[in-house]
Each structure stands twice: as structure tokens, then as C-alpha cells.
């Protein structure tokens, strides 16, 4: 028997269709001598006769017959993230999702990104696209301005894109650098206009809190910047594990004023590579025995940062403490002048024991003269 695509011939079957067919045949073990009629010119190699046969046994004769995959599903390791886990994130926080030409004005490097030698295209596909981005954020700024134009009141949207660089050797790309990022913005009112909630501009703190549930469980600290795109009292930049990922903050007035924004939206761009590296969950015990909840007021500097002194309080705070969280921060009769005070609520436990009173106020004794010592803070009596 010989199979010819799947169909099982015998050899006086075989036989019997070339001659039909006015072949000359002879047979040599298990191989086909074959020699066509001379005006069958389109029967040169092996190929073209498996299909003559095909053809003459019958088109319809030939079973149809799926072809068999084995697949495989690959494990995912829990240390990583995907974008598209990012993606569905902020769409759930109501940001949607745009994507945008790679190539932008030379005005908006300029002006969101400072770069005055942007990476120039030789062969533009229009004269106002002519430069390779180095932000996201200049091409959210145009999809505003086209909402805009079209009276939508609320913009929440966000890209996952490449920006271009030319500082790298070693790349894919010689001379250039094509990280990825991922960049939001939001303008207009904070929630949709309802009765349960007072109606309000988005500012920079609803950003911020979009920031940390994107960056979650990683806990992100912020620290004010100067950025080109961005106020330069309202922006800060993005820091985890002492590693600066990115900026937030609201659009600079100017560009608020040049691109005719009206109010200035908000804006983060962050890099997409420490986003797709998890952190694993990490089994914690609880406590059998009550907390201890105490208030710490300080009164501090007016310029002094509440991020440095709470995560200075967090980093030297004794192991029953078990978190130190801002809950007020206040300025005006009561307080010296230049001067703030801030709250801050201490929960204290052990796992093994209740705490004792002298254990508690002698970890309250060491946070005061940390803050003291370490940022002229005092006691607000």
C-alpha cells in the first residue's frame, strides 16, 4: 500500500490511474518509474505527479482531516506583572487607554521635554511629525486639546508607548534608547457630576493615589522636582527603593496658557520596566493581643517635607511599631509663625504579649527625640 497525501493507494490502484492517464510506468521496488506523454509538459518533478494522482483518484476521495498541535501552558512567575495587567488597572480607575504616533512636533519636545535636539526623522509623513518622542506626555496634552475642542468636560486617558533616545550604546539600536513607559492624564472634574459628591477639579493628590494603586504593593515615596512639563510647586518625582521612576504633578502654567488647556490637568509618566517586576506576598502573623493606638504631634519647619520626616519616623521606628501614618497637618493660631503642625496616628503591637505602659511610652520618648534631633522637631502642647 503507499499513502500519497493521506490516502491509502494500493499499487495496482496507482497503477491503474497512471495508465488511465497514458503514463509509462514501471515499477522498481517500492519507487515508480514514470515517463509522461510528451504533451504533458507540466509534469517535471516528483511534487507534480503526487498531485496528478490527487487529481485522478479524486479531489472529493481526499479526507479533510485537522492537524494535531499539542500546546503547552507555560507557567507564569508570581514576581511579574504584564502590561496588559497595567492596562486593565487604569481602566478600572477610569482612564482610557489611547495610543499615539511615536512622532510628534518639535514643539511639544521642547516644551514638556526640554530637548532641544530631538531625534529628526528623514522622511517625515507630515511636516508638524517630524521628530521621534521622548516623552508621552506631549501626545496626551493633544488628545486633551482634541476632547476639548469637542466640549468633553472629563478626560482621564493613559498610553503605553516607546520614547526615543540617543544616549545608549550597546542597544538593539546602536546609539539609541527605546524604553518603554507608561503615561496618564487627567482633566476636568474629579468624579462625574452626581448628587452624592460635591463636584470638584482633579488634582494633583488624586494622581498621586492613582500612582500608588498602579505601583502596589510597592510603597513609592515622592519628592519635589523641577521638570519642564510640569508647575514647578506642584510636580514631584516617583522614588522606589531609592530608584527615581518617573514624575508627577499638574502642566505648567505656561504650557496651560499656550496650548489653552483652561485648568491645568495632571499629569504622571512613569517607566514601565519597575512596574512589571511583582513583589511577593509575605506571610505575616496576626496578633492575638490589642493594639496600642497613640497620637505624636510635632511641630516642624513650614518648608520640611511630610514625606521626609514620616518616612524618617517609619525607618527608625522601634519593631512594636507597627505602622506611623499622617493624619493632620495644620498651620495658623497656636502655631508659631513659618511653622506646622503634624499629626501622626502610632500603632503599637506584639505578637507574643500584651505591651506594658513603659514599653509603650518609651517607644513614644524614642520617636520625639528622633524627630528632634534628626528635624528640629518639638512636641505641640
Known amino acids: 500500500m503507499k499513502r500519497v497525501l493521506d490516502i491509502e493507494v494500493s499499487t495496482e490502484g496507482i497503477l491503474a490511474l497512471l495508465a488511465r492517464a497514458q503514463f509509462s510506468v514501471q515499477q522498481d521496488g517500492d519507487d515508480f518509474i514514470i515517463i509522461p506523454p510528451s504533451y504533458r509538459f507540466d509534469l517535471a518533478i516528483e511534487e507534480d505527479f503526487i498531485e496528478e494522482i490527487a487529481r485522478l483518484h479524486g479531489y472529493d476521495n481526499i479526507p479533510a482531516v485537522a492537524p494535531a498541535a499539542r500546546l503547552a501552558i507555560l507557567p507564569v512567575s508570581e514576581s511579574t506583572r504584564t502590561a496588559a495587567s497595567l492596562r486593565r488597572l487604569m481602566v478600572g480607575r477610569e482612564y482610557q487607554e489611547v495610543v499615539n504616533f511615536a512622532f510628534v512636533e518639535p514643539d511639544w519636545e521642547r516644551d514638556f521635554a526640554a530637548n532641544a535636539e530631538p531625534i529628526a526623522l528623514s522622511n517625515p509623513i507630515a511636516s508638524q511629525m517630524s521628530v521621534m518622542r521622548s516623552s508621552l506626555i506631549g501626545g496626551l496634552v493633544g488628545n486633551l486639546v482634541t476632547n476639548q475642542r469637542r466640549r468633553l468636560p472629563r478626560v482621564r486617558v493613559f498610553e503605553v508607548g516607546r520614547c526615543f533616545y540617543r544616549d545608549a550604546a550597546g542597544e538593539p539600536v546602536a546609539g539609541f534608547r527605546q524604553p518603554w513607559k507608561i503615561a496618564a492624564l ?28 498602579l505601583l502596589a504593593p510597592a510603597v513609592a515615596s515622592f519628592r519635589r522636582v523641577n521638570h519642564p512639563a510640569l508647575h514647578p510647586g506642584r510636580a514631584a518625582e516617583v522614588v522606589v527603593d531609592g530608584v527615581t521612576i518617573g514624575v508627577l504633578g499638574e502642566v505648567h502654567p505656561q504650557w496651560v496658557q499656550k496650548y489653552e488647556l483652561g485648568a491645568a490637568p495632571v499629569v504622571f509618566e512613569l517607566e514601565l520596566a519597575p512596574l512589571l517586576t511583582a513583589r511577593l506576598p509575605r506571610y505575616v502573623p496576626l496578633s492575638r493581643f490589642p493594639a496600642v493606638v497613640r497620637d505624636l504631634a510635632l511641630v516642624v519647619d513650614e518648608a520640611l517635607p511630610v514625606a521626609e520626616l514620616l518616612n524618617g519616623l517609619r525607618e ?8 506611623v501614618d499622617l493624619f493632620d497637618v495644620y498651620a495658623g493660631k497656636g502655631v508659631d509663625p513659618g511653622h506646622k503642625s503634624l499629626a501622626f496616628r502610632v500603632v503599637m503591637q506584639d505578637t507574643e504579649r500584651t505591651l506594658s505602659d513603659s514599653e509603650v511610652e518609651s517607644a513614644m520618648r524614642f520617636l520625639t527625640d528622633f524627630a528632634a534631633e534628626s528635624f528640629s522637631a518639638r512636641l505641640r502642647v
Open 186 to 213: 487627567a482633566a476636568g472634574p474629579a468624579a462625574p457630576e452626581q448628587w452624592g459628591e460635591k463636584t470638584r477639579t482633579v488634582d494633583f493628590f488624586d494622581m498621586k493615589a492613582d500612582v500608588e494603586a
Open 316 to 323: 527608625a521606628a522601634p519593631a512594636s511599631v507597627c505602622s
